[in-house]
């Protein structure tokens, strides 16, 4: 049985992009539709059994009709491939009413044939594929009033209400897992966040305003493979079962720069020594969205800062090429000015998208010994002047009592 495990698509975001002139649509749509064409096309070409996907269809819960029109395209385009889908519900899926339709509930809906959808409640889903029945426990994003009543956060803290949520997704997985056929292949497939998992700068998560489960609350022997949405690296937290997070499938912004991008190809077969199941997993990486820092630092006694900063992008091995480009130029400001910014700009003109950035070193104001003249008074900016001049006692004396007079009386005048 292979099976196809992916997650946190997030259609929808569009920074670091531009507007398509044919389509009208911005070109960092494209992107993620592609990225997801890649997927679609390599399970049609291997024949996968089953295509799982984690939550976090689009980037908010209100997608625009074009976003859902193309989501729904591949989706059926993998159904009608004979191909089952499970998709599941997660937090950028949800809607801020409970009464409101999740954005992938429509699939169900429709009742469309090879689509399994778990958008409200942890359930079991027996779904046939081409090379058997494979049992999937789903555990979509669930809201805090769907695991505890008023009753149950009453005069508790963030803390403690997080914990009572643990608490009882564990009772949901240990339960899921105990109804299940242990003669049928099982996958657990939940968007949570569980610990040890190396976050990165996902921007799109509230750290600390979640709960959060414990690895051994998920890695149990009941499945033969854990399917984890919501954290964009893709890791592997357990070999035994595997605990595996697919990561997104196209980079969202620099915090990402270095993550590779892709899904996860899981192969389950029976071993014929043992009867028992065997399972392996492969990440299968694809052609994502490339993003490039460069960072140059000119001195001051740089005669020409333009070659400089255009001998740096020059010397990228990746090129800027198509590439989303963060150019962070760092310069005294004394030769600020002779930059030429239309070089540069042209030098970046293959970018898909560059951003220019200058962090200039302002001249340090006149010092006396280690304060600056800007943080100490006059009268003492005078006495530390006298001292640096090596003035005798008697005349500090002297220009200090005169300085004060100076002082109070311009003080007087205003």
Known sequence: M??????DLHLGIENYGRIDPSTGLSSRLNDFLAALDQLIDYALENRADLVLFCGDAYKTRDPSQTQQREFARRINHLATGNIPVFLLAGNHDMPNASWRATTTEI??????KNIYVSSNRPDIYNIPT??????????????????????????????QINQRMQEALTQVITSKAAGLDPSLPAILAAHVWVTGARVGSESLMSIGQEPVL???N??????????LGHIHKHQVL????????????????FGEENDEKGFYVVDIEPDPTTGKRQVSFEFHPINARRFLTI???????????????LRAIAGQETGVRDA?????????????????????????????????AREVQRETRLRLGDQNVEEITPLAALKAYLELQKASPERQKVLLEYGEKLIEGEGDSN
């Not at 310069?331 to 030429?340: D, F, K, T, V």
């Open 2 to 7: 292979k099976i196809i495990h992916f997650a």
């Open 107 to 112: 699939f169900d809906t429709l009742a469309v």
């Open 130 to 159: 081409a090379s058997g029945t494979v049992q999937v426990v789903s555990l979509p994003w669930l809201r805090r009033s769907t695991l505890l009543s008023r009753e149950d956060t009453k005069n508790l803290n963030l803390e």
């Open 214 to 216: 414990l690895l051994s």
């Open 218 to 227: 998920i890695a149990l022997p009941a499945f033969d493979y854990v399917a």
């Open 238 to 253: 357990s070999e035994n079962p595997p605990v595996v997070y697919a990561g997104s499938l196209e980079r969202v912004d």
């Open 295 to 309: 960072d140059v630092t000119t001195e001051e006694d740089d005669l020409d800062p333009t070659t400089t900063v």
């Open 324 to 356: 989303v480009v963060r150019l962070n130029i760092s310069l005294p400001s004394s030769i600020e000015g002779q930059l030429r910014n239309n070089e540069i700009r042209d030098a970046l003109k293959e970018a898909h998208y560059s951003t220019i």
